[in-house]
C-alpha cells in the first residue's frame, strides 16, 4: 500500500545501535558535548526524527559553518578609522556625511599638518587625501604617513581629468597609494573603494600577524608558504589552532601534513604540552592498541612491566595519529568511545583513566572510498572530520619550487659541509617541468642527491638524477631517431599513459577519465605498450 506511514513512537532495538531513529537534539547533544546552545540549534529541527547518519552530517556541518561564520565576521564588526584631509569645506562635509552614516569612524582636517599631528598620535585605518592642498602638499602628507604605517590604504582625490592629474595619479600609485578619484565622483564608486582597501587592509594585518605567529614557533622555519593555496591553509591552521576541535588533514604523501600537524599545536593553548605522533602504517596491527592505550603488568606473555599508550603521553596535549586510514576496524571502535567518553582503558586493566588531548588525524586515502569498502566507519570519519585541512600536491603549486629548492640547499649545505650557491637555470626548468608524483618529499631527495654529488658551487641539469624525466608530456624530441613511425607513436603514447597514471597513484579509473577513454581501453593499452606497476613507480611513487 503506497503512503506516507506514521514514524512509531517505539522501535524495537536492532543489532547495531547507530541505526536507531534517534531525536536529532539528543544526536546533536552526543555530538557537540551537551553544548546547550547546539542542542537549542536542532530545536526548530521540523522533522522530530531522523537517521542517526543524517542527524550526524548535520551537526558536524553546522559546527563549521559556525566555526567559519565566526571567523569571518570577527573583523566586519571593528569600526574602521578614515582619515580625510580636503580642504573644500563643502566637499569635505559631504563626504564626512556620508562615511558616518556607513558606520565609519571619520576625522575630518582642511590642511595636511594638523591631520599628520593627529596620524602620529592615533590609529588611522584608511586615508583619504585631496592632492591639492595649502601648505604641506597631499604627495608630501602621503610619504610622511606611508613611512609611519606602510600597510595604511590611500585613496587620492583629485581635480577634474586632464593629462597632467593623470599622470600624477599613475606616479601615486607606483608609489603605493590604492586609487585615485577624480572629481566630482559618485559616492557609491568611494564606497566601492573604501569596502575593497579595507578589506585588503584586513588580509594583510592578518597574513601579518599569523606570520609573526608563527615565527614564534619550531614549525616555521620547516614551512614554505608561497601560493596563494599554502596561505589560504596557513590562515585556516592558525584560526583553527585556537581551538580543541578534531582536525583531519587529507593530501597525498610527501606534501607536508606533519608540519601542519606541527603549527595546529605550536600555535595552540597546549603548545607547552606534548606533541606525541604515532605513524600507524610503521606498527604491526598487532601492536597497535598497545602503542596506543598501554597495557598492565601481566596483561599477556611477555608484558613485564607496567607501559603507558600514547593517550596517557599526550594528555593535556596533542596527539597526532599519522596514516589513520590504516587503522584496523577493531580499533576504530575503541577510537571512537575515547573520543566520546574521553577514557580510556589499558589492556588487561578494569579501571578507566581520564584523558584530555587535541586530535588531530591525517591520511593520503580516499576514507570515503574506504567507508564504501566497509574498511572505515563511517561514524569515526565524522568524528574526526570536524576541521578537514587539504593540502594540494606540489604540482598544484609550482610556484613554490624554488623557494623550496633555495631552503632544501641551505639545510643540506649545512648538514654535509658544502657551499653550493643555487641552481642553474635549465635544472630549475626540468624540475618545474616535473610532476613530482612524491610530492616534497621526492623533491627533497634530489636536492640531496644532487648537492652530495655536485662538483661546482651551482647545481646543473647533469647533477639531477638520469631517470628523471624532464618533461610531463610529449618527449618526441627525446626518441631514437632509428625508430619507425609506429613504433615512436607508441613510445609518446607508452609516456602519456605512465605520467597521466602517475599522476593518479595508479587508479585506472581516474586515468581513463583524464584521458576520456574506457577503462578497459586503457587496460588494452597497457598491455600492448608493456605498462606495469614498475613503470609507473619507477621514481619513487608511493605504492
Not at 231 to 256: C, F, N, P, Y
Not at 300 to 315: Q, S, V
Request: proline share 5%; hydrophobic share 35%.
Amino acid at each position: 500500500m503506497k503512503g506516507n506511514w506514521p514514524v512509531p513512537k517505539t522501535h524495537p532495538t536492532p543489532k547495531n545501535p547507530y541505526s536507531l531513529r534517534m531525536p536529532p537534539r539528543k544526536i546533536i547533544a552526543n555530538i557537540c558535548g551537551n553544548s546547550e546552545k547546539f542542542a537549542k540549534l536542532y530545536a526548530a529541527v521540523s522533522v522530530p526524527y531522523m537517521s542517526f547518519k543524517s542527524a550526524t552530517r548535520l551537526a558536524f556541518a553546522s559546527l563549521n559553518l559556525l566555526w567559519y561564520k565566526n571567523c569571518m565576521t570577527k573583523n566586519m564588526n571593528k569600526q574602521f578609522k578614515i582619515l580625510i584631509v580636503e580642504d573644500d569645506k563643502l566637499a569635505l562635509k559631504t563626504t564626512a556625511m556620508a562615511l558616518k552614516k556607513k558606520g565609519y569612524n571619520v576625522y575630518c582636517f582642511e590642511n595636511a599638518e594638523e591631520a599628520f599631528l593627529f596620524f602620529q598620535e592615533n590609529t588611522v585605518d584608511l586615508a583619504l587625501l585631496d592632492y591639492e592642498l595649502p601648505g604641506m602638499s597631499g604627495r608630501d602628507f602621503f610619504e610622511k604617513i606611508k613611512a609611519l604605517n606602510p600597510l595604511i590604504p590611500v585613496i587620492f582625490v583629485t581635480g577634474h581629468p586632464s593629462h597632467k592629474s593623470i599622470d600624477k595619479a599613475v606616479e601615486l600609485i607606483k608609489m603605493g597609494a590604492y586609487t585615485y578619484l577624480t572629481k566630482p565622483f559618485n559616492m557609491e564608486t568611494l564606497f566601492h573603494n573604501i569596502d575593497n582597501a579595507l578589506e585588503k587592509l584586513t588580509l594583510l594585518e592578518e597574513n601579518k600577524r599569523l606570520q609573526e605567529r608563527l615565527q614564534k614557533t619550531s614549525s616555521y622555519e620547516n614551512f614554505v608558504f608561497k601560493s596563494d593555496k599554502m596561505q589560504r591553509i596557513l590562515q585556516m591552521a592558525m584560526k583553527v589552532a585556537e581551538s580543541s576541535s578534531t582536525v583531519l588533514i587529507t593530501g597525498e604523501s610527501g606534501t607536508g601534513k606533519e608540519v601542519i600537524a606541527n603549527i595546529l599545536h605550536d600555535c595552540s593553548p597546549r603548545k607547552n604540552k606534548n606533541f606525541v605522533t604515532v605513524n600507524l602504517s610503521a606498527l604491526p596491527e598487532p601492536l597497535i592498541e598497545c602503542e596506543l592505550f598501554g597495557h598492565k603488568k601481566g596483561a599477556f606473555t611477555d608484558a613485564r612491566e607496567k607501559r603507558d599508550g600514547k593517550f596517557i603521553y599526550a594528555d593535556e596535549g596533542t596527539l597526532f595519529l599519522d596514516e589513520i586510514g590504516e587503522l584496523p576496524v577493531y580499533i576504530q571502535v575503541k577510537l571512537l568511545h575515547v573520543l566520546q567518553e574521553r577514557k580510556i582503558t589499558p589492556i588487561g586493566d578494569n579501571k578507566s583513566i581520564d584523558v584530555d588531548f587535541r586530535l588531530i588525524t591525517a591520511t593520503n586515502k580516499d576514507l570515503q572510498g574506504l567507508i564504501k569498502e566497509k574498511k572505515f566507519r563511517e561514524d569515526l570519519y565524522y568524528r574526526l572530520d570536524v576541521i578537514g585541512i587539504n593540502i594540494p600536491p606540489l604540482r598544484e603549486r609550482k610556484e613554490e619550487i624554488p623557494y623550496l629548492i633555495d631552503y632544501f640547499i641551505k639545510i643540506y649545505n649545512k648538514k654535509e659541509g658544502k657551499q653550493i650557491q643555487g641552481i642553474s637555470r635549465e635544472a630549475l626548468n626540468a624540475l618545474m617541468k616535473y610532476h613530482f608524483p612524491g610530492n616534497i618529499r621526492e623533491l627533497e631527495n634530489i636536492i640531496e642527491r644532487a648537492l652530495v654529488l655536485a662538483r661546482d658551487d651551482i647545481l646543473t641539469e647533469n647533477d639531477l638524477p638520469p631517470d628523471l624525466p624532464i618533461r610531463t608530456g610529449c618527449q618526441e624530441n627525446h626518441l631514437d631517431s632509428s625508430l619507425s613511425l609506429p613504433e615512436r607513436l607508441n613510445a609518446i603514447e607508452k609516456n602519456i599513459l605512465i605520467n597521466c597514471l602517475k599522476k593518479h597513484n595508479n587508479r585506472q579509473q581516474k586515468t581513463a577519465d583524464e584521458l576520456k577513454i574506457s577503462e578497459s581501453r586503457l587496460r588494452y593499452r597497457m598491455k600492448i605498450l608493456g605498462i606495469g606497476k614498475r613503470e609507473v613507480y619507477d621514481t619513487g611513487g608511493k605504492k
